[in-house]
């Protein structure tokens, strides 16, 4: 396949969006996803592309945190996840991308206002709420690897405590990203396209692992994940304004 100029777009939004999820523990899809929407390479083979590198970032990130992991939680959204995953397959590989891309761009948009603006949300004592959030998570993972905002969210009313929050992340999207992928394969989106994107990859996480690591030390977070969350409501909203009209016009 030829570097061009889509290869380096490529590459270039994977390693802006995997070092922001080395800093801070997810966002790599959210970031990823809706600009891969824009290129020419298209949502399904974005999906498993992006699929396969969430689970290296998660994998490593976990080697890390594991011993902090709030293993009652997450058992608990990773078998509501399982479920949903089939039916997020079904929609990516459907006729319905522009769909996709619309939903996907609500989600973005959705979920960086919340991060914006933080409403108090209640505490959330009770386990039981995993199997929701999970679920729902299952079905964007499968279709747009993004099952982070509902895990997010729960995260939130859940109180994790910081030191927490980030490993349990992890805790979760590896098992859940192993099973999509897998999920990915069984459906046949691993394509050459996506293999030859994915080897390309490789030494831009190694790149991204390594300066994130070190910008988690000293970043103060209030900050620059504002701008992220700013970045993305632009990116959204520029996602579902392309989405719409080149539908309409078609």
Not at 74 to 86: C, E, K, N, V
Not at 134 to 146: E, H, M, P, Q, V
Not at 192 to 205: A, R
Request: charged share 10%; with cysteine.
């Amino acid at each position: 396949m030829a570097f061009d100029g889509v290869t380096v777009t490529v590459l270039l939004i994977i390693l802006v969006s995997t070092l922001v999820r080395a800093v801070f523990g997810f966002g790599n899809a959210l970031i990823a996803m809706p600009l891969l929407a824009m290129t020419p390479i298209g949502m399904k083979t974005a999906t498993p592309l992006i699929a396969l590198i969430a689970t290296i970032l998660a994998l490593v990130i976990l080697v890390k945190d594991w011993r902090i992991i709030d293993l009652r939680s997450t058992w608990r959204l990773l078998a509501a996840t399982i479920p949903g995953i089939p039916l997020g397959l079904i929609l990516l590989k459907g006729p319905y991308e522009n769909t996709g891309k619309i939903i996907l761009a609500l989600i973005v948009v959705g979920f960086s206002l919340y991060c914006l603006f933080r409403p108090r949300l209640f505490m959330l004592r009770h386990e039981w709420a995993a199997y929701p959030f999970g679920f729902i998570a299952g079905i964007l993972g499968g279709a747009f690897n993004s099952n982070g905002p509902p895990i997010v969210i729960y995260g939130t009313i859940r109180r994790w405590p910081p030191d927490r929050f980030r490993a349990n992340l992890q805790g979760y999207f590896f098992p859940s990203n192993v099973i999509i992928i897998a999920g990915h394969g069984m459906g046949g989106l691993w394509t050459p396209s996506v293999g030859w994107y994915f080897l390309l990859s490789l030494p831009l996480l190694l790149l991204s692992i390594w300066i994130g690591n070190r910008l988690n030390r000293t970043i103060p977070k209030g900050h620059f994940d504002r701008y992220i969350h700013i970045i993305l409501v632009l990116v959204g909203a520029l996602l579902f304004i392309q989405t719409v009209f080149s539908g309409s016009s078609g």
